[in-house]
């Protein structure tokens, strides 16, 4: 398959993107229509401790229970779009056939009888596990232990085969690298991590996720840096913590979007997955839909752009909850009651033509709160976009691109605005820009200089990556 | 865009981080913490400033005057605590712990190579993510901890089956086992392993932490411990070293780890 690389803006201007609405809208599903100016709630859950005792059990929990409970309280609330996401646990990927068909299969059911009684445009969105071990090996015949590489591709088939409407994977090549390199503030080892050996591994993955897509006639969604970028994310947490400076957590987000871009280079359609808090960098340069998430994922993690994240979604996740009782439901109840009347919010405000403001208010509350959310402003993400695009057929080249523009647009609002940085956020921007100018400019030269600079990091194997 | 110069930034966010932000620095906080003899000094100071190229050095001059044993424990283990309490401050951030904790473990590999036989450390403790379950770094970032506070880790790595981790804790007899988990339907195995264990007579601390993790669900089978983060991995085992049973720990958790969050 032919990989075909953003080199311009699918946008022409940062101002033309605003929730509910992308240049390449999709349909699949239940009459499932997202980005073509509705914003669609997408609620996300986890399977109690105990649930994945046996195929039954599990099956009770996710289509009996969950899927039940969603589909009664968005008929409930008037919600008239909803989608469902199911994050495969890893009995699902290990034993797909035994543990997964029966849920997908039993998911679809259930939303088809909502479909047909109440016409409530339905979809859901299977997001495999990845189960590969850098240290068994990364690609298929590699392996032996647990054959994961197989299992995982094999998983996908099978949830494509049984009522996925939506292909999606938070791969995870690279992050041998990546994780340690952020417990060592090493800038250049993230970028060789994430922006290099994790571009290369979604390539080699993504067309295949496609293919199956395609011939199964449902959607390939696309890939998010869960395991990357929001691992920097979570460890720089919020004011009380002092794991890794909010300042590298931003500049990962940056070069996270250079990786993320290659599920859509390889045919992927969107919508991307929620946890992807690159997505308006990626729908900047491709126009394809995002999912997103922010305040009402505050049941899985807290961020510091509960508020702007929302400014340009297409759909609004609450990323996931453990299923268990609340005083107003079951807990996806609850928070689908969350994401629907926000989803309710945002296409109001299209409805009457405000979209734009309340686009810009969303934007505003958090846009000082903290560096990641700085560059994620959808101005800024325009322009790391642009820096993506200008080297977009070079994997290496964008993804440092992504990072220095990122560096220096924090760099220039600390110095006369509104964002106020730490004395150690300041020292460690300082120290990303000095390690990211210091590297060179051709790929070559600096793979060579990372294959010896690395080459004893624990697990990481340049096979892996064909290298 | 709308305009956003007149707003008032104060009335809707607060940057505590920066308002607490404390005014001493490494430098300071080392001149009081660190072994005043020259030569010990300066292994400790390599350590706390994470001088990864002159450790060596250092340590080889101090071998020349102190046992091995001496420089590991006044000298490198010194240079750690400094770097535990810039972190407990917040002064320090994990990477500076991560990267000080490199430099200490190379001084400690050149003492160890001058010392016959095996170093006797403060206690060992086996590791390990749950069957399934991939996401290690916490379980990483757990067992440097571990390991800058003396202690000797056997990392059992990450998707470990069950009874490996049995067979591994009878083997290895160590004072602490730890399990980690990112998922509620990986960390399942847990209570699987402490009635393992017991059944075997093993009534060693299991420490258990991770994303999903929570304290109620982890004191709900016997020999569960929780962690919140993994700063509190070297102060659990300090006092499982102390004598404290699991019992004990549960019943004293609130007071042990209040003291670094």
Known sequence: ?????????????????????????????????????????????????????????????????????????????????????????????????????????????????????????????????????????????????????????????????????????????????ADYAILRQDIRGWLFGVGYLGSIDMAWLWPQIVDIAKKNKVRAGGDTNCAGANTSMFLAGGYLDRDIPRTFAAITRAIASARTLVAWECGATGPDKDCGYEGPI????????????????????????????????????????????????????????????????????????????????????????SPEAFILAYDNAYKIGQAITEYGNDIYMRAKAAGITAARLIEDENKTGKLRLSKHEQDMLRKIITDLAALPDEESKFLDQCLKAYKDVPMFNPRNYDL | MLDLKSVNFDRILRRYDIQVESKESPEDLAARMVPKDPTLKKVAEDVVFMRYKTVNDDVTAALREYSPEDVIEQGLIKGMDVVGELYGRGIYYLPHVMVAADAMDKGVKLCESKIRGVRETRGKVVMHVAEG????????????????????????????????????????????????????????????????????????????????????????????????????????????IEGFDWRKLRENWDKLTAVKE
């Open chain 1, 1 to 177: 398959m032919v990989i075909k690389r953003y080199t311009k803006m699918e946008y022409g201007s940062p101002d033309e993107m605003v929730f509910g609405e992308s240049k390449y809208p999709v349909s699949y599903g239940l009459g499932q229509v997202v980005g073509a100016g509705v914003v669609v709630p997408e609620i996300n859950f986890a399977p109690r401790p105990g649930a994945e005792k046996n195929p039954e059990s599990l099956r009770r929990e996710y289509v009996d229970y969950i899927t039940k409970d969603i589909l009664d309280r968005a008929v409930t609330l008037g919600f008239p779009t909803v989608q469902l996401e199911n994050e495969h646990i890893f009995q699902m990927v290990n034993e797909p056939q035994k543990y997964a068909k029966p849920v997908v299969a039993g998911q679809k059911e259930l939303m088809q009888k909502y479909y047909d009684e109440y016409n409530i445009a339905l979809s859901i969105r299977h997001t495999l596990a990845d189960p590969r071990l850098a240290e068994e090996g990364l690609r298929p015949g590699m392996d032996k232990k647990h054959n994961y590489p197989e299992k995982c591709i094999q998983s996908i088939e099978v949830a494509a085969e049984n009522g996925a409407d939506l292909l999606s994977i938070e791969s995870t090549g690279g992050k041998e690298m």
């Open chain 1, 282 to 369: 990626v729908k900047a340069i491709a126009g394809k839909p995002t999912s997103q998430e922010g305040k009402d994922s505050h049941c899985a993690h807290a961020d510091l752009m509960g508020n702007l994240i929302a400014q340009t979604c297409d759909m609004w996740s609450n990323e996931s909850v453990e299923y268990h009782p609340e005083f107003g439901g079951s807990s996806v109840q609850c928070w689908l009651g969350s994401i629907g009347y926000e989803a309710a919010l945002m296409n109001t405000a299209k409805q009457l033509k405000q979209d734009k403001l309340l686009r810009d208010l969303y934007m505003a509350t958090d846009r000082y709160r």
């Open chain 2, 133 to 240: 379950d991939p996401h290690d770094i916490g379980k990483n970032i757990a067992a440097v901890l571990l390991k800058s506070n003396g202690y000797t880790v056997v990392d059992m790595g990450r998707d470990v089956a069950i009874s490996d981790v049995v067979t591994t804790v009878e083997h290895e007899k160590p004072q602490m086992v730890t399990g980690t988990a990112l998922m509620t339907t990986t960390m399942s195995a847990f209570p699987k392993i402490a009635e393992r264990l017991q059944e075997k007579n093993i009534n060693i601390p299991f420490i258990c932490a991770g994303g999903a993790v929570n304290r109620a669900y982890v004191e709900s089978y016997p020999l569960g411990v929780f962690a919140a983060k993994a700063i509190q991995g070297p102060i659990l085992a300090n006092k499982v």
